[in-house]
Every structure is written in C-alpha cells, then in structure tokens.
C-alpha cells in the first residue's frame, strides 16, 4: 500500500467519525440540493440540456487540436499570448517567466483549480511575489494555510464562526461586525487594497470558445472582472479540455452550469475575453496570456475507455452527491479534485500506484453518475482503474491470493459447497466456544462497526434439496 | 405466460441468508410459477469484479452464463447481482467468445420484485405482513436496473403492511461490497446517515430488495443497538397471515 494509501485510510476513518464535520456538511449540501432541484425546474427539459451539454464537450474533444488551434490564432490576431504548456513545470516556468519580466511584486487570483493543480501559487512565492487569492472562499483557505476542500465551495467546512475568528486574527481593522453581511465586506476592504496594487492578476477558464477565440468566465462575486481588468497583465491558466467549438454553445453551457454548480440560473457574472486591451478600450489589461495546460489531459483522450473524463466542466455536483465525499470531506483526498471525479482522474494522471486507492474509496452507489450534467459514467471509470490498478500489478499479494482461491472454489460447484459448509461450521463453532468477533480473522474487519450475522446451520441448496429439489414442483 | 422460472441465487444469500431463497420459492410457487434451481451454480464474480481482479470474475461470470443459458426466465433475490449479471458481463465479457451469450442472458435476467411486476404483470402476491415497514431503494436496483415503482406497489397490496417512506430514499446505506471492510469507519459512518433516514418514520422494518444492503444494515443497527429490524422483499412477500 502506497503512503498516501495509508494516510488516506487514517484520516477517512477519522473524518467520518467527526459528528460536527458531517452536521456542517450536511447543512451546506442539503441547501445546496434544495437549490439544484429548483435550479433544474427552470429547464423544460434538464435531461435534454444534459445530453446537449455532454454533447458539446464531446465535440469539444474529439476535435481537440484543430479547435484549439483556431482559439490560438484569434487570440493571437488582437495581440495576445498562447502557450502550450506541456506539463505542470512547464506551465509555472513560463507564467514566472512573465511576472520576472515585468518585475511583478503581487498577483490577485480569481479562483482556478488548474493552478491548483500545477502549484502555482507556491511557485510565485518563491519568487518573492505576494499572491491573493481572490475567490472569497479561495482566501478563506489560504488565509488557513488550506487546499480548497470543495472545487466550487472552498470553504465549505467551515462555519461562520470559524471564519469570523479567521478574519479577526488575519484582518482586524476590515472586521466591522460579526454577521455574514459585514465579514464578506472586511474581505472586501482587505481584497481591494491587493487589486489595486497587483501587477498580474490570474484566472482559470470555464470554457474556451473556438469559433470565436474567447475564455469564458462564470463568476460570482466580481472578483474575476476585477483580476481581469485591472492588473497590466492578465494570464488565463486552463486546461486544453476547455474547449467547445462555438459561441452559441454557451447557450446551453452557461446554465447547465450554473445550475449543477450551485442551482443559480446563470452566475452573477457572465465575462468574454479574447485579448490585451485595445486601443480604444478604457480597461482591460496591457498583456495578454493563455496557458493551455496538457498535464497528462492527451493521455486520458488517447484512452478509447477514459476519454469521456475529459467532458468534465468541474461543476461539483459529483462531489456534492458522493456519501463518501460528505463522510471524509475534501482534505481526506489529499489531491487536486477530491471527490468522484478526482477519484477517476488522480489515478491516471498521477498513477495508479500512488493513487489508485482513491477508486476504491467508493461503494459504486452511482449517485454521481446520476447528477453528472455530461452524463461522465464516473463509476465505471473507477471500476476501470480498479482494473487497471490490479492489472499493473499494485494489489496486495494476500487479496491476489485469495481471488485466485475463490475463482479455483467458484469453479467447480463440489468445491464451493464444500468450502461453504466448512466456513459456517467454522465459524459456529468458533462463535459457540466465545471467540470474540475481534479475534475472527478477516472477518474481524466487519464486526469492528457491525453486530456478528447469524450463521445458518444449512446452506440454501442444502434446503432446497431436502425439501423441495427440481423433481419437487 | 412461460411459467417457469429458473432461480439465480447469489453466494453470500445461499450460505448466509437461505431464508431469503426459500421465500422467493414461496412466493414464486404461490403464484403457480415452476421453480428450478440449477445446482451448478455458485458466485456471479462480482466481489472480484469489483476489486478489479477481472481475471478473476471472468471465469465465475462465464460459468454463470454455460449454466443458466438453457433457461428463459432467471429470477434472482438481489439487485446488485442481476445487475452484475446484466450491466457489466457485456464489459467484463467483451473480448470471450461467451459474449453474445452473456448479453442474452442478461436479458433474460430478473430481480424478483421486477419480474413479479413488470414480466408477470401482478402486483397483489397474497401476502399478509400487520407491520409497519419503510423501503430501502438500493443503488443498483434504481440507478443501473431503473427499478423504482415495482418494490413499492409490491408493497401496497401487501394486508396490513403500514408502508412509509424515508427521507433521502435514494442515498447509499454504505455496503458497497469490498468497501465495507476496506473503509469500515466510512461504510458504518453511511449506514448511520441511512439509519437516521430509517429511524425517522419510525417504522419497525426497512426492507429492500438486496439482502446485500439488508446484511449490512443489520449489522450496524444491532451493533448500536437501533430498534428497526431488517427483512428482505421476499420475505414479507412469502408472509401469511398467521392462523
């Protein structure tokens, strides 16, 4: 078992046992179910949108390269930067490149899980650049020394009186009063003091729009016009998955996201970029950059079986949906996008042997499957890379072992008969001279959480012989 | 209709639970169906398939297909393990000359409540059950086999049963096969969720079509010592009013 196995392990048993954690989780996300349910009223026909979403993402990748070469060429044609960035060292040396350049001392970020991914921020600090996370729940985690623990709510574990405490100690003279009102305005005291200072503002993209070469950006708070416009430079971080081939494609996208998102019908902001400033513009900023991040995203479309995962518009509705995800929360993951779709994703980005225990980490309910507004069947990519993990050779020798024993037994029905009766004779009898449930070999990790099952003294078939057998009907 | 059925019961129900086979018989025979039970058979492979020894499951999955292809009707207690048998041996089977075969049987495939409904048309088994119960919908019978409706109108012609619905029907009650012994903490943690879900209407049974799920919940409800029992479909179906 690999390290991260372990620790995972650990704090999933920990996690789940933390009653106030699963009470907090459980607030958010029944609000957030009551939301998406009204959300998806508004639509005549949400299971026509999804399948018009899935769609266009399907387009989007199956014409991967010739779409986003013609994204390049228009963000290009008004003077902006495109950058093929082939992995994540790749994508951070360039962006420092650019803020050294220009001499950049501090950066406003509105939120993006790609920088997430590819480490940014740690990358510029070390640069000696400030960096401001922007997003309010994003600056929340950061001011805790946190990764995000949801990919749309960041802050989603905590409650306001932990962030009240938060704010006080990190910005007491923004803090005016304790009620939700007035610690979103002491963030916002404290957050235009670094936009107004920012030389270089970063932003992800939702979607990338080929046929009219713009980044797409769904927002709530203003903070993403803000990192867009004000700063001389802008640089937009994204996944090359971002793509979708036209303008009017937003027309579905932008809802289906909203809604699965957060049950909004559109995000408060609804923002186009396609380059730098022009000459008759008032805002907007002097340099221009897109970073297309691969990362391992043509390796995931090169797989016939996973390159559907590339649909993925990093809504969180799986997350959202996942009892496994509410029990150990988002931390427990210990990678970029925690939840189904990590789970299906971290594997194959970064391997199977450091992280395919997070495909396992699942009771393949298929919830998740069920609320995926691109119909993603994330559950069959976890049975997938569960294969794929025992076919590279990761699975413990004892489980190997003891498949091999029940395929030899499941074979042949004299063999299974038997080795069922002596299992429930042994374990009778076991049972009947006091052994403890904790001291029944493997099957001590069943009764450590559940009462021991009673053990019939006959199997079904040996019932069915005696009383009933096929001449009896 | 083609009255005979053969029965497809999965291993853990065979050795831990044959309760539950015996009153699908009853219930199959009361409604003058002719029971068979093809002895060759033993596990569907899904434990295996599920921990991704498909090299394992295989074999058990082609076995599962050479013994019940001769049958037209195959009715199983379990959810879960019809959809083993109808959702995933196309995949798991894709490349063996058994293919075809296994897609066919998978069609031919039932859940009870399922085949009670939907390919015997009846609703009202004759059962008597003076309890008040609350039903499990299990993941793999609602969101891979779409079988939503036909448990409960089971139910409601059931004499004297006091059916009452529960919060949250549709979340996972934690079993998930290998998972509720690789993550015991997470999978109990679920069922306590489920268990709130239970307890809140207050019913003295939950019942669902998957002993699965049912073997699971009983553990974790003794074990804290909950009142609500468990019991399969197919047992209250196969209950009579007592003399």
Request: glycine share 8%.
């Amino acid at each position: 078992m690999s390290r991260l196995a372990e620790e995972f392990l650990v704090a999933a048993a920990q996690k789940s046992a933390d009653l106030t954690h699963r009470a907090t989780i459980k607030r958010n996300i029944d609000s957030y179910d009551a939301a998406v349910a009204k959300g998806k009223m508004r639509f005549v026909d949400w299971e026509a949108a999804r399948a018009r979403a899935a769609q266009v993402k399907s387009e989007g990748m199956h014409s991967l390269g010739p779409l986003l070469e013609s994204f390049e060429a228009k963000i290009k044609a008004r003077g902006g930067h495109v950058y093929w960035a082939e992995n994540s060292e790749d994508a951070r040396q360039y962006i420092c490149d650019v803020a050294k350049k220009h001499d950049v001392k501090t950066v406003v970020k509105s939120k993006s899980m790609v920088t997430e991914e590819i480490h940014l921020s740690p990358a510029l600090e070390k640069l000696g650049i400030k960096v401001w996370e922007t997003d309010l729940g994003e600056l929340i985690v950061q001011l805790r020394n946190e990764p995000p623990y949801h990919i749309v709510t960041p802050a989603m574990h905590l409650t306001r009186e932990q962030i009240r405490d938060l704010f006080l100690e990190k910005m007491p003279s923004d803090v005016q009063g304790e009620t939700h009102q007035e610690l979103v305005a002491a963030a916002r005291r404290f957050l235009r003091r670094a936009f107004f200072s920012a030389e270089m503002g970063i932003s992800g993209a939702n979607f990338l729009v080929a046929d009219a070469g713009m980044v797409a950006i769904s927002t709530n708070e203003g903070n993403g016009r803000l990192t867009t416009s004000l700063p001389k430079i802008h640089v937009v971080v994204t996944g090359i998955e971002k793509v979708i081939p036209r303008l009017e494609d937003l027309g579905v996208m932008w809802p289906v996201l909203a809604t699965t998102g957060t049950g909004q019908p559109i995000t408060t902001y609804s923002t186009l970029i396609g380059g730098p400033k022009t000459a008759d513009e008032v805002d907007g900023p002097e340099e221009f950059h897109v970073v297309l991040v691969d990362n391992g995203r043509t390796e995931v479309l090169a797989d016939k079986a996973q390159q559907e995962l590339l649909r993925c518009i990093r809504c969180g509705a799986c997350l959202n949906q996942c009892p496994v995800y509410r029990q150990v929360g988002g931390h427990t993951y210990k990678s970029t996008y925690p939840g189904p779709i990590g789970s299906a994703l971290m594997p194959i980005f970064q391997g199977q042997q450091d992280y395919g225990h997070l495909s396992y980490a699942c009771s393949l309910c298929t919830a998740c499957n069920s609320v995926c507004p691109v119909k993603i069947k994330l559950s069959d990519h976890l049975l997938e890379n569960r294969h794929k993990y025992v076919a590279e050779g990761n699975a413990k020798t004892s489980e190997k072992i003891g498949f091999s024993f029940f395929r030899w037994m499941a074979m042949n029905r004299s063999r299974y008969e038997f080795f069922g009766w002596a299992g429930r004779k042994a374990l009778r009898v076991a049972l009947g001279m006091g052994v403890k449930p904790e001291q029944l070999g493997p099957l001590a990790k069943w009764t450590k959480y559940r009462a021991v099952p009673e053990v019939p003294k006959e199997s079904f078939r040996a019932l069915w012989k005696k009383e009933n057998g096929n001449g009896n009907r | 209709m083609d009255k005979r059925v053969a029965l497809f019961i999965p291993c853990f129900v065979d050795q831990m639970q044959p309760q539950v086979g015996l009153d699908t018989v009853k219930v199959l025979r009361r409604l003058s169906f002719q029971v068979e039970y093809p002895e060759d058979q033993t596990c569907c492979g899904q434990p295996a398939f599920n921990t991704g020894q498909w090299d394992s499951a295989r074999p058990c999955a082609e076995h599962f297909v050479n013994v019940f292809k001769a049958f037209s009707q195959i009715v199983c207690p379990s959810g879960s393990c019809t959809s083993m048998v109808r959702t995933h041996y196309p995949e798991l089977l894709k490349q063996s000359v058994l293919h075809e075969e296994a897609v066919a049987v998978g069609s031919r495939t039932f859940e009870l409540s399922e085949f009670l409904v939907r390919v015997a048309g009846v609703s009202d088994v004759g059962a008597e059950f003076r309890h008040s119960v609350t039903y499990h919908p299990s993941c793999h019978a609602t969101r891979e086999l779409g079988i939503y409706d036909e448990p409960i109108s089971l139910l409601q012609k059931v004499k004297g049963l006091d059916l009452r619905l529960m919060p949250n029907a549709n979340e996972c009650c934690g079993f998930g096969g290998m998972f509720s012994t690789k993550f015991g903490m997470v999978s109990s943690a679920m069922a306590e969720t489920k268990i709130a879900n239970i307890e809140a209407t207050q019913a003295e049974y939950v019942t669902a079509v998957d002993p699965s799920c049912l073997m699971h919940l009983d553990g974790v409800l003794r074990f804290q010592k909950h009142t609500p029992k468990v019991i399969h479909l197919a047992s209250i179906l196969a209950s009579e009013a007592s003399l």
